[in-house]
């Protein structure tokens, strides 16, 4: 029965082991957050190849290494922000390199159960024009993502995530998005996964861009996260995508 008390509360204050950890995922929003007044700082390292030329025979290597924070305002809601330094390196001419459209958003989980799962969690995020337009490092103008994750635990160590969205994008048309999401957990330190999306068609292509990745979490200690993920880009700009993040997280309750 004392169990069961704790419990009760560790749901009602929305304390729980969902809260205090870096997302999984590489494509989609997981229930991963910094606790109440906790922080997570890291660095990211996403990279993706573009095929470009009138034949697609042209390759572009495009890395963008990323710092971010993130803040526990409540224990539902999070803030986060992100800082890119984009790096371009085609095949033909010279690479090139700038500050990227700087990011900031939040995640608010609206409803959990009692055991932390299912959660139904909106989120959002808005890109600021800060990148240079003209070398192809920003978009010129204020972006937006509103979206929102859902996710469920079966067999105690499964997770599932879906996760809809909406890009609103002025200099071309605003797009709809979804993705689904499976981790499963090989230990306390050690998490696998695999991440699919799906988008609307972009305008002068006749298939739906799709991305799918698969990656590995590693948690040596409750305060270090490393992760890596890679896969590829079907019917979009881009061909191989992946991404290295290594994250730390203090000041957690």
Request: charged residues 25%.
């Given at each position: 029965?004392k169990?069961?008390r704790i ?5 009602m204050l929305g ?5 205090a950890?870096?997302?999984?995922t590489f494509?989609l929003?997981?229930?991963q ?13 996403d990279f ?6 009138i ?9 963008e290494?990323?710092?971010?924070i993130?803040?526990?305002m409540t224990?539902n ?13 085609p095949?033909l001419g010279?690479s090139?390199s ?6 900031l ?9 009692i ?9 959002a995020e808005?890109?600021?024009p800060t ?6 490092f ?16 079966a ?6 995530v879906?996760d ?6 002025p200099e071309?048309?605003?797009r709809?998005s979804?993705?689904?999401a499976i981790?499963h957990e090989l230990s306390?330190k050690f998490a696998?996964?695999v991440?699919?999306i799906?988008a609307?068609?972009e305008e002068?292509r006749?298939?739906r861009?799709?991305?799918?990745v ?5 948690k040596p ?5 490393l992760s890596f ?7 979009g ?15 957690n309750?």
């Open positions: 029965m169990r069961v419990s009760l509360w560790a749901a304390i729980g082991s969902a809260l950890a870096p997302e999984r494509l929003r997981e229930d957050r910094p606790a109440a007044e906790g922080w997570e700082i890291g660095v990211k390292v993706s190849e573009r095929q470009e030329g034949l697609g025979l042209s390759v572009t290597d495009e890395w290494n990323s710092a971010y993130r803040y526990g224990p809601l999070s803030l986060r922000a992100t800082v890119p330094y984009l790096v371009r390196d095949d010279s090139d700038g500050l990227g459209d700087v990011r958003g939040f995640e608010l989980v609206t409803w959990r159960d055991y932390d799962y299912p959660y139904i969690m909106p989120y808005a890109s600021f990148g240079d337009e003209d070398k192809g920003g978009k010129g103008e204020i972006r937006g993502i509103a979206g929102i994750a859902g996710g469920s635990t067999w105690r160590y499964t997770h599932f879906v809809v969205r909406y890009e609103i994008r071309a048309d605003n709809l979804g993705g689904l981790i306390k696998v996964s991440e699919g799906v609307e068609k002068g006749s298939q861009p799709k991305q799918i698969a990656g590995m979490t590693y200690n409750p305060s270090w996260t993920h890679g896969g590829k880009e079907s019917d700009e881009r061909d191989a995508i992946g991404g290295l993040k290594i994250a730390y997280s203090f000041g309750r």
